[in-house]
């Protein structure tokens, strides 16, 4: 069942498409310091500045639909509210849902599934909910039929009901994730109940696997507990007292249990009571309802505050995480003892086999040789600075604003988040298209400083920021433009992604570059997006001043980020010259050579270079996307407002005094 498509891990999908374009990503669907793909929802930022947002996540239960469309569309709605509500949303009113219906109309049966299904969710379920539907969608069309042989063959899809739940949230800091905690005093996890000890299997995975649909299957027979679970959740967080949470769907309770421990990269030590029901229908039963992680000690508040909301008496003691990497569950007589490698191998291996196909066969074999190790490496945060202390302040208290040119060229993506941190850091941020600088609008001798940005230039063709380059090298006014601003001495230029390959292709009219590569295609032959460790080294880099030796994470979305020179020697001088600025790198602090460690291939894991006199850095990961901790799709425990790549813009602003 954990090779199941629904079930199974996704990675081959979620890491092919940018999750931190914008920089006001929040949370994505990589969770905790192994980032495993099992979010609940997603949480993005209404600014730069503050923590509000909005949540959205999705609900659907299609295969149930062939046994009971309205309990489908029950099942669709429950799910989407069971996931947004790990972040902090607040009332159940705040929600609000897109309906996506999709049916075969006109087949026999279908139109009165889909008119019962409708009057389910649209009538009964979300006035009881206090939720409005105000947007949708249909695709009514759902049959194929075709000729085999003189055979008239057809397929008709079950009704179906996509929803997707938004809602604001109060502070993304709050979000909580499937990540289980062991890092303090021992902590118990807990079954919220929705289904009223309930434990159907018709349509779910487990049945699925077997080829079978089952008899009756899960549904939302008691809508009020969703409102009541809201309320105890609202309560309950502003307590402090929830560590993780995930929700109980495809897979039933097994899978819930067991996604939370590879996300913790832990074990299991759970007994269920034999007078619940049999073992299968308690762990495969898909009913509404979630886990949660509290610490030991809290139990009796914990308790009193559900009950407080009329859910004391759904509430199960499942047991409790464990260092040791296996996975034992206990219900009655029945034993499961399974190694946590064993089952991560199982989970990951649809992921695995799709990739060999799609993407570079080896670098799927180290992915998964990676996510299923034992001694898989995790993310962490070791800086050689205090990313609190602002260096700008004596600067910016003077009242002047230096003014920098964040650069763009067509379909470059990045500008917003790149001049939000520049304006943090004291500047003042100058939205510079290319076509300014080749009308002649603007001029660089403006500002003192240049960022080129990241993104998609030209629809993200290949060797985008190449051509890039060639529009400036290849326009003579323009060319002495940059000729001069980047021979300037009191100026500083950053580019970034896109931007670093642009600059890049310049090394001819950039002082102090002969050892600089050009960017090529990943070794995966895949976009990557990433959240990866990096190192900084010591270099002239005026804008990584002060930040050698740190170890943290850096948001990665990039098709061309592998740096590739006429030959092996001259990758070794390169990095024997000193302009190697970040390399990527594993939770040892060693050069990272395998895949996904090393997104992109590339050699002595070069993430950022400097010119020779430190006033010109390309990199081609997103400081900029990175700089708030609630930006990053991890954070260590404790984490203040600004992670260490705050330091390289506010170096910026110290360099120009």
Known sequence: MLRLPAVADKTFLITIGDRTVGGLISRDQLVGPWQV??????????????????????????????????????????????????????????????????????????????????????????????????????SLSMRTGWDEGGTQKSVVAPVSLIVSAFAPVRDARATLTPVLQLDERPTSLWLVDLAGGRSRLGGSALAQVYGELGDEPADLDEPQRLTQLAAALAELRSHGLLRAYHDRSDGGLFVTLIEMAFAGHCGLDIALPAARGPALAQLFAEEPGVVLQIMAGDEPAFLTILARHGLGEAALYLGAPVSELRVQIRVGDTWLDESWQDLRRAWS??????????????????????????????????????????????????????????????????????????????????????????????????????????????????????????SILFHEAVREQFQRFLARSASFALGICNGCQMFAALKSIIPGTAHWPRFVRNRSEQYEARFSLVEVLPTPSVLLDGMAGSLLPV??????????????????????????????????GELAATYPANPSG?????????????????????????????????????????????RLFRNARRFVG
């Open 37 to 138: 793909p099992v979010s609940d929802c997603g949480v993005t930022l209404a600014d730069y500045r503050g923590a509000a947002g909005e949540a959205m996540a999705m609900g659907e239960r299609t295969p149930v639909a062939v046994l009971d469309a309205p309990a489908s569309g029950r099942l669709a709605v429950s799910e989407a509210i069971t996931n947004i509500l790990a972040a902090d949303i607040g009332p159940l009113s705040q929600v609000r849902l897109s309906a996506n219906w999709m049916a075969a109309a006109g087949e026999p049966g279908e139109d009165a599934a889909l008119y019962a299904t409708v009057h389910a969710v649209a009538k009964e379920l979300c006035p009881k909910l206090g939720i409005a539907i105000p947007v949708g969608k249909d």
């Open 349 to 470: 291996e649809t992921s695995w086999r799709l990739r060999r196909l799609r993407d570079d066969p080896l670098c799927a074999d180290e992915e998964f040789a990676a996510h299923t190790s034992a001694a898989q490496p995790r993310l962490q945060v070791a800086l050689s600075f205090d990313p609190e202390e602002d260096i700008t302040a004596p600067y910016v208290a003077r009242g002047v604003r230096p003014a920098v040119a964040i650069l763009r060229e067509q379909g470059v993506n990045s500008q917003i988040e790149t001049a939000a941190v520049f304006d943090a850091c004291g500047f003042t941020a100058h939205d510079v298209h290319m076509t300014d600088l080749l009308s002649g609008r603007r001029e660089l001798a403006e500002f003192q400083g240049l960022v080129a940005c990241g993104g998609f230039s030209y629809g993200d063709v290949l060797g985008a920021g190449e051509g890039w380059a060639k």
């Open 555 to 588: 948001a990665v979305a990039h098709g061309e980020g592998r740096a590739e020179f006429l030959s092996d020697a001259a990758a070794r001088d390169c990095v024997a010259s000193g302009l190697v600025a970040v390399r990527y790198v594993d939770a040892a």
């Open 602 to 646: 590339t050699p002595f894991g070069i993430a950022a270079l400097s010119n020779l006199d430190g006033r010109i850095t390309i990199i081609m990961p997103h400081p900029e996307r990175s700089f708030r901790y609630l930006q990053n799709s991890w954070r260590p425990a404790g984490a203040g407002e600004y992670s260490g790549w705050m």
